[in-house]
């Protein structure tokens, strides 16, 4: 495929309030794209919208406050966006929810919640906006995985289910699409400097105890700053990249993941360990 262009397109964005979603939104609008800024959280979202706005006035921002936990609610939001823009360039699945804690110590409505909004929600978004996105040749699908969506440690069966899921539906929308011109882009970033930390919910059957030093452990190895995985993910799209791992923390557990697909949890943990110590320090 020609390389993705992004001037003069419409591109939507979801989880565009903070992270990376919001450094994409800014990378977005510098390369000259209109904006479609979706996100739950109306206060944040208004603030990246009035931000981009305010450095790239040549460019249209509009913005959708859903909760995309809703499955109604979401439904609806791709109705309004289709109806508002019966052409776009690029749709970026970028929100996602974070749950901590084994299985066993998950509520059956907790495990759906992350389902909803990590996986099911792209494929709402995604089904209903493809007739916008396959108009004309030359579009481009971005679905966000995670580290996670590659490996499957213990205490992250929810999460790693829905990345594992959005990153099987990625391959499969990438051999489906690619005869009508369009590509599609699946992004597993690793330790991201976001709030992703502070905002992830902990099953009800996990103890404090338990909930403060895994959230240690895991702001410790958060060190990649957001606005360089935006631009590495918005480097992928131009250039058709079908995958974009992001920071060593993401590309050494792939490899890992390859050559020891049976044997690869003891490793992680050990290396885990020496890189939340080195961070601590």
Do not use: C
Not at 125 to 147: D, F, R, W, Y
Not at 260 to 269: A, E, F, T
């Amino acid at each position: 495929m020609k390389p993705y262009r992004f001037a003069g397109r419409t591109a939507v964005l979801t989880g565009a309030a903070s992270g990376i979603g919001e450094q994409l939104a800014h990378g977005l609008g510098l390369r000259g794209s209109d904006l479609v800024l979706v996100d739950r959280d109306a206060e944040r979202l208004d603030a990246v919208a009035a931000a981009v706005r305010e450095r790239h006035p040549g460019i249209a921002v509009s913005t959708k406050v859903v909760d995309l936990a809703d499955r109604a609610a979401t439904a609806a939001l791709a109705q309004e966006v289709l109806a508002e823009h019966p052409r776009i360039g690029l749709l970026i699945n970028n929100a996602g929810v974070a749950l901590g804690g084994r299985f066993a110590q998950l509520t059956l409505e907790e495990f759906e919640w992350v389902m909803d909004v990590n996986f099911r929600a792209p494929v709402v978004l995604t089904h209903t906006l493809l007739p916008a996105l396959t108009a004309e040749p030359g579009g481009h699908l971005v679905n966000v995985s995670s580290l996670y969506g590659l490996i499957g440690p213990a205490g992250q069966s929810a999460y790693s289910s829905s990345k594992f899921a959005i990153r099987g539906f990625s391959e499969v929308l990438r051999h489906e699409l690619a005869p009508l011109g369009t590509g599609v882009t699946q992004v597993h970033p690793g330790g991201i400097r976001t709030r992703v930390a502070e905002s992830a919910r902990v099953g009800s059957g996990v103890s404090a105890e338990e909930v403060e030093r895994s959230q240690q452990a895991f702001r410790s190895l958060l060190t990649y700053p957001p606005e360089k995985a935006a631009e590495e993910i918005l480097d992928g799209v131009e250039r058709r990249r079908t995958r974009v791992l992001i920071a060593a923390s993401a590309k050494v557990p792939d490899v890992l993941a390859r050559v020891l697909p049976g044997s690869y949890g003891g490793v992680l943990d050990r290396l885990t360990a020496v890189l939340a110590k080195r961070a601590r320090a």
